[in-house]
T-cell receptor, first 112, second 117 residues
Framework: TQLLEQSPQFLSIQEGENLTVYCNSS?????LQWYRQEPGEGPVLLVT?????EVKKLKRLTFQFGDARKDSSLHITAAQPGDTGLYLC????????????FGKGTKLSVIP | NAGVMQNPRHLVRRRGQEARLRCSPV?????VYWYRQLPEEGLKFMVY????????ESGMPKERFSAEFPKEGPSILRIQQVVRGDSAAYFC???????????????FGDGTRLSIL
C-alpha cells in the first residue's frame, strides 16, 4: 500500500513556466519533508513542514502543508533547467517516529 | 551530500554471492538509517541502528539481510546469497540525535547501486 501518492509522476515543461506537484495521503503526518534527488545521488532535503496550513518559501519554491496534515504541495515559479530532478515527499506518521515514508516522486524536466 | 559517505558507489555481484555495503555517517552522528530504492519506486525504510545496537529492523527482509553499526568503523549492510530482486540503490542516512527529540533531518549519502547478474 502506497501511503504517500505523488502526482504527476512525470512533468516536462518549458523554462519560465510555473508548476505545482502534489503529495497526498489518507494518513495524518506529524511532519512532512520535500527532497530533491538528482541521478546518481542521494536525496537532498529542501524543506520540513510541521504545522497544518504552514507555507514555506525557498526562493522560487513554495511549499504548503495541508490544514489536516494529510497532503502537501510544491509550487515552482519560473522554472529553470537547474530545477530538473526527482522531487520526493516523505512523512513521519508520529512525533515519536523516525521512519520516513517516501512517495515515488515526481520526475521534473525543465526544457531550456 | 557532503558528510555521509557510502561505498562502493556501484557493486556488481553474481547470484549467490555476498554483497557488503558500507556507510560512514556524518562525523558526530550516532544514528544510522538504511533505505532501499527500487527502480521507479520510492525509498523504503529498512533498518535503524545506533552504535552497537539495532533499534528497528522492521523494514528489512527476514532472511539474507543483516546490518551492523560497530563501535568503531562504518555501518555495514550485508546481503547474503544475492538474487536478481536485490538489485536496487541502497541509501544510508544519519542524524545526530534521536529524531523524535528534534526536527533535524536525516542526511543522505549518494547510495550504492547494486546490480545482480
Amino acid at each position: 500500500t502506497q501511503l504517500l501518492e505523488q502526482s504527476p509522476q512525470f512533468l516536462s515543461i518549458q523554462e519560465g513556466e510555473n508548476l505545482t506537484v502534489y503529495c497526498n495521503s489518507s494518513s495524518v503526518f506529524s511532519s512532512l519533508q520535500w527532497y530533491r534527488q538528482e541521478p546518481g545521488e542521494g536525496p537532498v532535503l529542501l524543506v520540513t513542514v510541521v504545522t497544518g496550513g504552514e507555507v514555506k518559501k525557498l526562493k522560487r519554491l513554495t511549499f504548503q502543508f495541508g490544514d489536516a496534515r494529510k497532503d502537501s504541495s510544491l509550487h515552482i515559479t519560473a522554472a529553470q533547467p537547474g530545477d530538473t530532478g526527482l522531487y520526493l515527499c516523505a512523512g513521519r506518521t508520529g512525533a515519536g517516529s523516525y521512519q520516513l515514508t517516501f512517495g515515488k516522486g515526481t520526475k521534473l524536466s525543465v526544457i531550456p | 551530500n557532503a558528510g555521509v559517505m557510502q561505498n562502493p558507489r556501484h557493486l556488481v555481484r553474481r547470484r549467490g554471492q555476498e554483497a557488503r555495503l558500507r556507510c560512514s555517517p556524518v562525523k558526530g552522528h550516532s544514528h544510522v538509517y538504511w533505505y532501499r530504492q527500487l527502480p521507479e519506486e520510492g525509498l523504503k525504510f529498512m533498518v535503524y541502528l545506533q552504535k552497537e545496537n539495532i533499534i528497528d529492523e522492521s523494514g528489512m527482509p527476514k532472511e539474507r539481510f543483516s546490518a551492523e553499526f560497530p563501535k568503531e568503523g562504518p555501518s555495514i549492510l550485508r546481503i547474503q546469497q544475492v538474487v536478481r530482486g536485490d538489485s536496487a540503490a541502497y541509501f544510508c542516512a544519519s542524524s545526530p540525535v534521536l529524531l523524535r527529540e528534534s526536527n533535524q533531518p536525516q542526511h543522505f549519502g549518494d547510495g550504492t547501486r547494486l546490480s545482480i547478474l
